[in-house]
């Protein structure tokens, strides 16, 4: 019996290790950049981290998904992983209700509200994961198997373009700066950090760098404006001259056609109203290196003789493949290096509440990973989830808790809303995430890999 009870305490021991040692790992490369960056040293130049966020961002990443995703990637496969872009919408639907009830019981300022579900709804489904993913597969004993970091590396790269999507269209428009915290500003005359931000600004926060290099230059007319707020309520409310007006006239010389034609071939004014916000929507960022590359990988190793061209040992362009694998495996340490350099600044100062950031973070790192270990779990009984793959169901899993993505930092930034506020929410969350992910990684490894092991004849 004695042995017995010893063998439950190693295991228990092992498995805790499990969890722990892949972000012991992290946090090491984090630290290191957090001493490079810290202020008090400065050993690195902030300049430095910035170039090296923009090598994460144009070549490291991008490098990674198309080499592990277009090598694992099949037509098979794409049917076989259908489950991965939707459980990303279901986190971001449940995190958003999730979120609405954080505004009822911690009652943030108003102007905050819809940026408190926003930073509940949407976590880092890309960086980061790959981060914990390579780190839990980096050992021989990894529980996940051989090719464990190369399946992995490819379902989180599944999954992003399904995340920018969601981020550059919903997220840039909840983002946008409240309408009655802008007539303020504009009545009183009083200059607000966030709305009037100097392009080149170097101290512009690290962790709006690190997400979207460049973003200085994807700022348009009404992006700092609450641009969709002036024109819905221009329909009962406001006048409509702040509105783009379409010209009606006739295709002969411009002359204008009668009042009757123009009310018969008018479009309907709440569809004129969609059409306005539509053309406003930075639907073109969408297409930047990373989702590129997720889309070249899917496109070439969904046709097998141009995989067999591209990958392979064997393949006549396999020396390409090769080199930009040797880049990609560049990826990870670069990005922990950043996030240490990012963590180097400190918290802003927030006018959030430490109520709203305390309910927000725990949300997001605690009950949200709940909702998804029971939604994965029922998926996964239901037969909704094809692959048997264990790593299939951890990145499932991971999608729920991890911290509120970097990137939303940025387009707040870009937006001119909660600029100091998302910079001191996300601190605090990456800091109490050591402690949440290490207690779930614990738990899911139980879920994936036991459960599994026990499934299996």
């Not at 972000?23 to 040293?41: N, Y």
């Not at 090598?71 to 098979?76: D, F, K, V, Y």
């Not at 994961?129 to 050992?139: E, G, P």
């Not at 379409?246 to 004014?269: H, K, M, T, W, Y």
Request: glycine share 8%.
């Amino acid at each position: 019996m004695s042995g017995f009870a010893g063998g439950n305490v190693n295991s228990r021991v092992v498995d805790i290790l499990s969890g722990v040692v892949p972000l012991l790992k992290l946090i090491c490369l984090t630290v290191i950049g957090l001493l490079l960056a810290h202020p008090k040293t400065q050993l690195v130049p902030r300049a430095t981290f910035r170039l090296l966020s923009k090598l994460v961002f144009a070549l490291f990443l991008p490098c990674l998904i198309f080499t592990e995703l277009g090598e694992s990637i099949t037509l098979e496969n794409i049917v076989q992983w259908w489950f991965i872009p939707v459980n990303v919408l279901l986190s971001a639907v449940i995190g958003s209700l999730i979120g609405y009830l954080v505004v009822l019981i911690c009652r943030p300022p108003p102007e905050f509200n819809r940026f408190t579900i926003v930073m509940t709804a949407f976590g880092n489904t890309g960086n980061l994961l790959l981060a914990i993913v390579s780190s839990v597969c980096h050992t021989k004993a990894n529980p996940f198997g051989p090719s464990c970091n190369s399946r992995g590396v490819s379902y989180v790269s599944f999954a992003q373009w399904v995340a920018v999507i969601l981020v550059y269209t919903v997220v840039y428009h909840m983002m946008e700066p409240p309408l009655e915290y802008y007539e303020v500003v504009e009545e009183e005359g009083i200059e607000i950090e966030e709305v009037n931000v100097d392009n080149h600004d170097v101290s512009r926060p690290l962790l709006v760098v690190a997400e979207w290099p460049g973003i200085e230059d994807k700022e348009t007319e009404h992006c700092k404006t609450p641009f969709i707020a002036r024109v819905f309520n221009s329909i009962s409310s406001v006048s409509q001259a702040s509105l783009p007006e379409v010209d009606f006239g006739g295709e002969n010389g411009g002359e204008s056609s009668s009042p009757r034609s123009i009310q018969c071939l008018a479009e309907p004014r709440v569809m004129r109203r969609m059409r306005v916000v539509a053309e406003q929507t930075p639907v073109k960022h969408i297409l930047q290196p990373p989702t590129i590359a997720s889309l070249l990988a899917i496109i070439i190793g969904s046709v097998p003789q141009l995989k067999s061209v591209v990958f392979g040992y064997d393949a006549p362009l396999s020396f390409i493949t090769d080199s930009l694998n040797i880049m990609g495996s560049a990826m990870v340490p670069s990005v922990m290096l950043v996030l240490g350099g990012m963590l180097s600044e400190g918290p802003n100062e927030s006018t959030l509440g430490l109520r709203t950031t305390i309910g927000i973070s725990v949300a997001r790192l605690l009950v949200l990973p709940l909702v998804g270990i029971g939604i994965v779990m029922s998926a996964d009984k239901l037969g909704l989830i094809s692959s048997a793959d264990p790593m299939f169901k951890f990145v499932l899993l991971l999608q729920y808790s991890t911290p509120s993505a970097i990137l939303l930092g940025a387009i707040a930034s870009l937006r001119g809303y909660a600029v100091r506020e998302a910079s001191a929410l996300l601190f605090w969350q990456h800091i109490f995430a050591l402690l949440s992910l290490t207690f779930y990684i614990v738990i899911f490894f139980k879920l994936t890999v036991e459960n599994t092991v026990q499934g299996m004849p």
